[in-house]
């Protein structure tokens, strides 16, 4: 109970933060969570572990539609690049071969698709995750710096419907987990 | 790794038992502990007399380049008919030594092989500063090398634009986005460690850089599923990539005219010999850094004896390659064909061909023994000496090929001056320096892939280890 303790505890709650010692304590409590009906909850572990996010709701990502689009716009983009610079602005007669030589833009149009892909994969991942964020209240909790090593951490938002401080307290303690600290905002 | 499996695809089958690829008794806290400890721990000593030796050689390459700056390519021993000469092997060859990151960290996610993850995170390291290296080289062989950006497609006053049904172009395209995904591949891959350094830095700076370059990652379910996506989804896009690469490279080549250049077993040759390469210099690497960083433990004698078979298997292609051409220089009856592959075994560079199959074709046989696959020792030996052969095999496809073209009268040799080798030896002290810092100031193995694979975790979904 040292979370009672915590000096901010008079500023507005972002919520309560539970702790488990072994994944398997996590995703057992994340499914018994999602199945409560909390809405706002997170999870935070050391490596991607793919029951949590399912047991969590994470179904489907937003990410491959983007990638697809990047893709799509680099190749086009590319293949007009080369389309407008060889055949509109700067032709080049080549011993009279057409200068729509389409097979020789092939390979730029190639590449450009592979960039416009991969840069959508980076920063599509980076703005759906809203990184960078310097500032988040998890990082209030000083014992949440083992979440990059070996502890698992799942916290319920203080605006979650069915948040209620003392209630929620309670079940997150009858779900195994080590400690239970208020998070403040 | 690589927990994402949208698709439905069918659970694997169980699989025979393998030596585990961590030693037994690790945890995700202690593979934690092991690997930032690296970074984190004092400065040993023989890291200073290391990169004091590798900043040195940079210095030969400043002066080096300075002297090309002031002077012009004529300091270079190129000539004609060899217009292209150290520039153009260097950067072959360093292009080639750049594979083996992106193919470890790519293709070898996508084929489900574990054992990479120990690797990746240094060799793609390697690929960016290789990449670095062999991006030099045509640049300085430009003559005037700060009119580089002309090479790119930008609207200019001169109302120019590049030819991009040349090779050359090609290249530009396939280098620059290589070495720009490459490059996010490995950040992406860091963002999770440059978390872990952060929280366990007790350094005020430290954690305030570590804090800047892992962007307020935290870890979270909801980020890691898409982080998940996002990885598998760069190893697809690397992987035909990486792949594409030295095919173009290979272009450069293939496209021209010339007997010896012009053949279609190219892409493939170059392929298998850029892979042969980058993982002789991934062992070159990864020997001594497990001894020095005692990470033995995570590197273990069966990494070794895999990328040891991998060199082999790609050995054997890069010998069938040579075999094709010099079967293809007599099928063709091609009298200018056939003459170049008599020149290349005969001719004034006959030594140099010798010493490439002796190196390439006949040393690296010893790789079938067991013995040798698991020995550190004969393993660094050997890729050393595959280095020097995949160097060779540049010089004799360039060289040979060039000095002796269709008309007799146009003949001539070549050699490197000693601004040539300045600027070889120089790039090798670029590449050395800016590995020495890598493994100073970031993770060598990649922390939370580790944390996937030990005996416990519910991350691998293909763990081999007996949960």
New interface residues.
């Given amino acids: 109970m040292s979370g009672l303790q915590h000096p901010a505890k008079r500023l507005p709650l972002y919520g309560l933060m539970a702790e488990f010692n072994s994944?398997?304590a996590l995703?057992a409590a994340?499914h018994r969570v999602h199945d409560e009906g909390f809405t706002k909850v997170?999870?935070?572990?050391?490596?991607?572990?793919?029951?949590?996010?399912e047991a969590?709701g994470?179904h489907?990502?937003k990410?491959?539609g983007i990638?697809l689009g990047g893709?799509i716009l680099g190749g086009i983009g590319g293949y007009l690049?080369?389309y407008w610079?060889?055949v509109i602005?700067?032709p080049?007669n080549?011993g009279g071969r057409p200068v729509h030589?389409w097979p020789?833009?092939i390979?730029?149009t190639?590449?450009?698709t592979?960039?416009g892909?991969?840069?959508a994969?980076?920063f599509?991942?980076?703005f759906?995750?809203g990184?960078?964020?310097?500032?988040?209240p998890?990082?209030n909790v000083p014992r949440?710096?083992?979440?990059?090593?070996?502890r698992y951490f799942m916290v319920i938002e203080s605006k979650d419907p069915k948040f209620d401080l003392e209630a929620t307290r309670r079940f997150l303690s009858e779900l195994n987990a080590s400690e239970v600290t208020e998070v403040a905002r | 790794?690589a927990?994402?499996?949208?698709g439905g695809l069918p659970a694997p089958l169980p699989k025979p038992y393998k030596p585990p690829i961590v030693a037994p008794g690790h945890?995700?806290?202690s593979v934690?502990?092991k690997i930032s400890e690296v970074v984190l721990q004092r400065t040993p000593k023989w890291w200073f007399l290391g990169f004091a030796v590798s900043f040195s050689l940079l210095m030969v390459f400043l002066v080096s380049v300075t002297w090309l700056l002031v002077k012009g390519v004529g300091v270079y021993g190129i000539n004609w008919p060899i217009g292209w000469g150290f520039d153009i092997i260097n950067f072959v060859w360093w292009i080639g030594i750049g594979h083996a990151g992106t193919l470890i960290s790519a293709i070898l996610l996508l084929l489900r092989q574990e054992w990479r993850t120990s690797i990746n995170r240094f060799a793609e390291a390697m690929t960016l500063f290789a990449v670095a290296c062999a991006g030099m080289y045509p640049l300085l062989h430009l003559g005037r090398p700060w009119l580089f950006y002309w090479l790119l497609?930008y609207p200019n006053t001169m109302?120019?634009?590049?030819?991009?049904?040349s090779?050359l172009?090609?290249d530009v395209?396939?280098v620059s986005?290589y070495a720009?995904?490459s490059a996010?591949?490995w950040?992406?891959g860091l963002v999770?460690d440059l978390?872990?350094l952060?929280?366990?830095s007790t350094n005020r700076v430290a954690r305030i850089v570590y804090g800047f370059g892992a962007?307020?990652?935290?870890?979270?379910?909801?980020?890691?599923?898409?982080?998940?996506?996002?990885y598998l989804?760069?190893a697809g896009?690397?992987t035909?990539?990486v792949l594409?690469v030295h095919t173009?490279v290979s272009?450069d080549f293939a496209i021209g005219i010339i007997p010896g250049w012009h053949a279609t077993i190219f892409p493939p040759y170059f392929v298998a010999g850029a892979i042969y390469a980058g993982f002789a210099m991934v062992l070159t690497l990864a020997i001594p850094l497990r001894h020095l960083f005692k990470l033995e433990d995570f590197i273990t004698t069966r990494h070794l004896q895999n990328m040891g078979k991998v060199m082999l298997a790609t050995g054997l292609i890069v010998v069938y390659g040579y075999m094709t051409e010099l079967f293809f220089a007599w099928y063709s009856g091609n009298t200018y064909e056939m003459f170049m592959a008599w020149n290349r075994v005969f001719g004034p560079y006959r030594y140099h061909w010798y010493m490439l199959i002796a190196c390439n074709a006949v040393v690296p046989q010893f790789l079938w023994f067991r013995r040798v696959r698991t020995s550190p020792l004969w393993l660094f030996a050997i890729s050393m000496v595959v280095s020097v052969g995949m160097w060779l095999e540049r010089f004799v496809i360039i060289v040979t090929s060039l000095h002796r073209d269709f008309l007799p009268a146009s003949w001539g040799l070549y050699h490197g001056t000693i601004w040539d080798w300045g600027t070889f030896i120089g790039t090798m002290g670029l590449f050395l320096t800016l590995f020495f810092l890598f493994i100073r100031f970031l993770p060598t193995i990649s922390i939370?892939?580790m944390?996937?694979i030990v005996p416990g975790?519910?991350?691998g979904?293909y763990t081999e280890v007996p949960r």
Avoid at chain 1, 42 to 53: G, H, K, L, N, Q
Avoid at chain 1, 131 to 136: A, K, V
Avoid at chain 2, 159 to 165: E, G, I, M
């Fill in positions: 994944s398997d995703i994340a997170d999870a935070f572990t050391p490596y991607p572990i793919e029951e949590v996010s969590l994470h489907r990502s990410l491959p990638v893709g690049l080369q610079t060889q602005v700067y080049m080549v030589s020789a833009f390979v730029p190639f590449e450009t592979i960039l892909a991969a840069l994969a980076v599509g991942m980076f759906l995750n990184l960078p964020q310097p500032y988040h998890v990082f949440f710096a083992m979440a990059s090593r070996d | 790794m927990t994402l499996d949208q945890t995700t806290a934690t502990d497609p109302n120019l634009w590049p030819q991009f049904r090779p172009i090609w395209f396939a986005t720009t995904v996010l591949f950040y992406v999770p978390a872990t952060r929280d366990r962007m307020g990652w935290r870890g979270s379910a909801a980020h890691w599923h898409n982080y998940e996506t996002a989804l760069l896009l690397a035909p990539l594409s173009v272009f939370f892939e944390r996937t975790s519910h991350g979904e």
